[in-house]
């Protein structure tokens, strides 16, 4: 049973655990230089990087006011979001994002208009595109698989000296993300999502 899971696993899995749909709510439009150019609200999923248990952690490119733009003075969420940037500071198609933040065209721009939205309006991810292009830069392959190769550097120094291995496929590559799902939408399943039930012991847990 365990086998065929796998095999069904491999066949609908589309993404990497490094990478994850979040909800995003505005547009930060700039140029080539990284001067602001506009503010457009939106309402669609954009595939970034997959952050777990979110609370004093900044994810790249997609994030709040807070860590984004330093709404509210917010300056310790800023500060982990650009430390957080300046991870990916060698991936090219990244360097309008960083002059963006170096220019007073810029960021400072980019707040004020963020700034004078109606209250209502102020809450969601802001992310990044560049003017007349229709592809979000977080969405940029060269950013995806910057993203990917970074997980797996963490997931390595994770793994460093441990020879365990799955108990389901037999590998000892990267553990399975400790991830809460809470529901999940399933085929014919509830319209709200159905909750998976499992043992949470470490009896039935690979890696332990």
Do not use: W
């Amino acid at each position: 049973m365990f086998a065929e899971l796998v095999e069904f696993g491999k066949r609908i899995r589309t993404g990497h655990d490094a990478l994850k749909a979040e909800k995003c709510s505005f547009d930060i439009v700039i140029d080539g230089n990284g001067n602001f150019k506009d503010l457009i609200p939106v309402d669609v999923e954009v595939v970034s990087e997959n952050i777990i248990a979110k609370k004093g952690k900044a994810r790249l490119l997609l994030d709040k006011a807070e860590e984004t733009l330093g709404f509210g003075n917010n300056k310790k969420k800023h500060d982990l979001y650009l430390d957080k940037l300046n991870l990916y500071r060698d991936v090219e198609v990244l360097k309008p994002v960083f002059l963006f933040y170096q220019t007073t065209e810029g960021c400072d721009n980019a707040l004020k208009a963020y700034s004078s939205l109606d209250e209502k309006q102020r809450k969601g991810n802001l992310t990044f595109i560049l003017k007349g292009d229709d592809i979000r830069l977080v969405e940029k392959e060269e950013v995806k698989e910057a993203i990917i190769e970074y997980f797996k550097e963490e997931q390595a120094k994770f793994m460093m000296g441990q020879t365990v291995r799955c108990s389901v496929c037999g590998c000892s590559n990267y553990p399975i993300i400790d991830e809460p799902h809470g529901s999940i939408k399933m085929p014919k399943g509830q319209s709200a999502g159905s909750m998976l039930v499992s043992y949470n012991e470490k009896a039935f847990e690979s890696y332990g």
